[in-house]
Each structure stands twice: as C-alpha cells, then as structure tokens.
T-cell receptor
Framework: AQKITQTQPGMFVQEKEAVTLDCTYDTSDQSYGLFWYKQPSSGEMIFLIYQGSYDEQNATEGRYSLNFQKARKSANLVISASQLGDSAMYFCAMRETLSNFGNEKLTFGTGTRLTIIP | KAGVTQTPRYLIKTRGQQVTLSCSPISGHRSVSWYQQTPGQGLQFLFEYFSETQRNKGNFPGRFSGRQFSNSRSEMNVSTLELGDSALYLC????WGFGYEQYFGPGTRLTVT
C-alpha cells in the first residue's frame, strides 16, 4: 500500500485563484510529520510547510496552508491567490518511525504538476 | 547565507564503475540527507547523517554508502554502478534533522551508460 497518495497527477488553475492539492497518508505511528515541497523545473526542492501529528492548528506559511484532517489521514495543501511562479511539481511527504529498524524515514508521494494559466 | 551546494552537477559513468558525490550544507547545519529521484521510482530517501554519524537509512542496497566529515560536508558513494542508478541525486541540510525543515541543493544528475 502507498504510504503517501497524491491522486492529482496534473492540475491547471487560473492565475489568482486558490488551489488545493490533495494528499492522503497511511501510517500506524502516533507521532509523525507531514511536509509539502515544491520542485520548479530547475530541479531544486523548496520546503513549503510542515505539520506535526500533534499540532492542533493547521500550519500556515504566507500563501500556503495545510488542511490537516487527522481522522481522514489527509494533509491537503492550499495555495491562495495563485501566481505564475507557482507552476511546479508539488510533493507531499511524511516522516515516520520504522519500529522494525528503529529509525526514521521520509516518504514522498508521486507529486502533482501544477500549471498556473495567465 | 550560502545555500546547499552539490558537486559535480552532471556526471556520466559506465556500468560497473563507482562514483562519489559531494554535498556542502548550509553553514551551521549538522544534518545532511540524501535522496534519489527517478521518473519510475520518484523521490526516495537514501540516508541521513548527523554530526558524522549515520542516523537514519532508507531501503537501498549496500552499494550506496555515505559519510559526513567534521565540517558537516557529506559524500555519497555508489559502487558497481548499474543502469538503474541513473538519477538525480539530491542532498538536503537541516539544523536538526530531515524530519524538519530542510534546504535542498540543486542536485547531481548521474547518467550510467
């Protein structure tokens, strides 16, 4: 089973509109972390936002917010007032502890390619 | 503050050879993580080093190894290269660990022929 699922391979959004990128996750850990990263065509990964499993408030960073629904195991990224520079691949990732190996692991989803239309 | 740097940016190797990639983290960052990105497998975590010790490890064979020096610079080595090792290798640094905000380098594009 996929640990991180991003069901939208690609999305086209009009400039200045809000956009929601979906992410669902699967873990039996009580303590875990969820991340969103942006990868422009240049290839460099850019950290956007982080949500810890015990955080009660949804994380926000400027135009980015994370809609965290723990019971549904979803961590959707919301970008408000989209801009042309938001066109990129977006990856959802989860940090969890591998109890069998006693270490932590970071797992990425397959990504969503977002294209902002002028 | 200078960002994360990776050298070389591009590399072409022959199957069976070995390769060493280098990553210089942001000054003051003690954690360096390595990732492999391919079209087929996506982004996969290789390992994390913190203060010269490998702290976390992904599910890669022993041909993939790394080390971290006292100045936090890290190297990743891949021995006996296979065609499937062709990928973009990304490293990231963080003050505390890969489980928190990380800063990525531009990557090294490795092509194995």
């Amino acid at each position: 089973a996929q640990k991180i699922t991003q069901t939208q391979p690609g999305m086209f959004v009009q400039e200045k509109e809000a956009v929601t990128l979906d992410c669902t996750y699967d873990t039996s850990d009580q303590s875990y972390g969820l991340f969103w990263y942006k990868q422009p065509s240049s290839g460099e990964m850019i950290f956007l936002i982080y949500q810890g499993s015990y955080d009660e408030q949804n994380a926000t960073e400027g135009r980015y917010s994370l809609n965290f629904q723990k019971a549904r195991k979803s961590a959707n990224l919301v970008i408000s007032a989209s801009q042309l520079g938001d066109s990129a691949m977006y990856f959802c990732a989860m940090r969890e502890t591998l109890s069998n190996f006693g270490n932590e692991k970071l797992t990425f989803g397959t990504g969503t390619r977002l294209t902002i239309i002028p | 503050k200078a960002g994360v740097t990776q050298t070389p940016r591009y590399l072409i190797k022959t199957r069976g050879q070995q390769v060493t990639l280098s990553c210089s983290p942001i000054s003051g960052h003690r954690s360096v993580s390595w990732y492999q990105q391919t079209p087929g497998q996506g982004l996969q975590f290789l390992f994390e080093y913190f203060s010269e010790t490998q702290r976390n490890k992904g599910n890669f064979p022993g041909r993939f190894s790394g080390r971290q020096f006292s100045n936090s610079r890290s190297e990743m080595n891949v021995s006996t290269l296979e065609l499937g090792d062709s990928a973009l290798y990304l490293c990231a640094s963080s003050p505390w660990g890969f489980g928190y905000e990380q800063y990525f380098g531009p990557g090294t594009r490795l092509t194995v022929t």
